[in-house]
Every structure is written in C-alpha cells, then in structure tokens.
C-alpha cells in the first residue's frame, strides 16, 4: 500500500537536479529532513503511526508505506534518483555514529 501526498505548492526554481543533489552533504540531508518531519508530524502520526515515511527534501513531497524495506523503492518511483530522508512516523529518530 502506498500512499503519497503532495504537501507544499513549489516553484520549478525549488526543484533540485540529480546533479544539484550529488553535492549534498549528508548532514544536511538529515538537517532538512527533520525540519520537513517537524512540518509534517502532527497530520502523519495520527493516522500513520509506526509507518515510514520518506520526504522529498527540496519539495516536502513525500511518500508513506508500511514496509521499511519498500519505501526506498517506492521513493525512487515517485522521485527518480534524487535525495530523500526516511524515518519511522511517531518514534524518536535514533543516530548513531
């Protein structure tokens, strides 16, 4: 089951390039991400909860499924080849490192 919601109206200006996305360092994949999930949480943990999500982070697009192994695939079906950021809807996201 996948779904997927546009959540944000973008201008093509916003819209990263594979090329852009090669040169972003995966700190700021993370730092974006997290402030995207902070945005989107409320709306996603009250009927998601325990899912994956995976947000576009130029756009705030993003993809939910319940399978963590299958919301890469289905990310890179909704967004080609382009840099997302994963995490489980409603757990406290855990670094390490």
């Not at 819209?15 to 700021?28: L, N, R, Y």
């Not at 402030?35 to 909860?49: C, F, G, N, R, V």
């Not at 994956?52 to 697009?61: M, N, Q, S, Y």
């Given at each position: 089951?996948?779904?997927y ?10 819209v990263m390039t594979p090329?852009q ?5 995966v700190?700021?994949?993370v730092?974006?991400?997290n402030?995207?999930?902070a945005?989107l949480?409320a709306?996603?943990e009250?009927?998601h909860?325990?899912e994956f ?6 756009t705030g697009?993003?993809v939910?499924h319940?399978?963590?192994y299958?919301?890469?695939?289905e990310f ?19 670094l390490?490192?």
């Amino acid at each position: 089951m996948l779904l997927y919601k546009q959540i944000v109206s973008i201008e093509k200006e916003d819209v990263m390039t594979p090329q852009q996305a090669e040169s972003i360092p995966v700190d700021e994949i993370v730092d974006r991400g997290n402030k995207w999930y902070a945005q989107l949480s409320a709306a996603l943990e009250k009927e998601h909860w325990g899912e994956f999500v995976a947000v576009r982070i130029d756009t705030g697009e993003y993809v939910i499924h319940p399978d963590e192994y299958a919301i890469g695939d289905e990310f890179e079906k909704a967004f080609g080849d382009i840099p997302g950021f994963v995490r489980k809807i409603g757990e406290q996201l855990r670094l390490f490192g």
